[in-house]
Antibody, heavy 121, light 107 residues
Framework: EVQLVESGGGLVKPGRSLRLSCAASGFTFSSYSMSWVRQAPGKGLEWVASITSGPGSDIYYADSVRGRFTISRDNAKNSLYLQMNSLRVDDTAVYYC?????????????WGRGTLVTVSS | DIQMTQSPSAVSASVGDRVTITCRASQGIYYWLAWYQQKPGKAPKLLVYAASTLQSGVPSRFSGSGSGTDFSLTISSLQPEDFATYYCQQAYTFPHTFGGGTKVEIK
């Protein structure tokens, strides 16, 4: 079965760190670009970061997380990661990982169920 | 950054109605636009990409059109399972921005 499963969310205090993981299965993970998209409670979707497939992956960040978050991938483990440092209250959201099919463009065609990150003192 | 503006923010409609949602980009994005459907507590689902290409498995009552700055998503005959929130997203350049969403509610 083709799926993405996020993990690592939870309650964390402002200024602390958290690492999210996304386990992929059922498809050739290394061939797909991957992204993180978040959704604050009751709000819309916000793109967070993306990493391309293949060696020398290109990486892109939203201004709101650049310098604090790091996206990475381990193709041997079929996994995507998001290291989140210096967390702020406004980082509270459900974080989704999503794939992008290389031939079609930066559209998010497969999504995980998401993991909730709550930043609160 | 490219701003994506959706309208309306909410629409009330009945089963069988034709519903059209619009999305305007703050600058031209050619055809680099997608539409997503999201139901409460669920992940978004890709419906349309490249402005008018239906994702595999999406019912043909959904259609997308437009290019440049103005785009639309039309549901030709609203079904009970279509009540959800719909988002547009530009894929022309980073940051990949989403519209604010349109909630399709039962009338």
């Amino acid at each position: 079965e083709v799926q993405l499963v996020e993990s690592g969310g939870g309650l964390v205090k402002p200024g602390r760190s958290l690492r999210l993981s996304c386990a992929a299965s059922g498809f050739t993970f290394s061939s797909y670009s991957m992204s993180w998209v978040r959704q604050a409670p009751g709000k819309g979707l916000e793109w967070v970061a993306s990493i391309t497939s293949g060696p020398g992956s290109d990486i892109y960040y939203a201004d709101s997380v650049r310098g604090r978050f790091t996206i990475s991938r381990d193709n041997a483990k079929n996994s995507l990661y998001l290291q989140m440092n210096s967390l702020r209250v406004d980082d509270t959201a459900v974080y989704y990982c999503a794939t992008t099919t290389p031939s079609t463009g930066w559209y998010f065609d497969l999504w995980g169920r998401g993991t909730l990150v709550t930043v609160s003192s | 950054d490219i701003q994506m503006t959706q309208s309306p923010s909410a629409v009330s409609a009945s089963v069988g109605d034709r519903v059209t949602i619009t999305c305007r980009a703050s600058q031209g994005i050619y055809y680099w636009l997608a539409w997503y459907q999201q139901k409460p507590g669920k992940a978004p689902k890709l419906l349309v990409y490249a402005a008018s290409t239906l994702q595999s498995g999406v019912p043909s009552r959904f259609s997308g059109s437009g290019s440049g700055t103005d785009f639309s998503l039309t549901i030709s005959s609203l079904q009970p399972e279509d009540f959800a929130t719909y988002y547009c997203q530009q894929a022309y350049t980073f940051p990949h921005t989403f519209g604010g969403g349109t909630k399709v509610e039962i009338k």
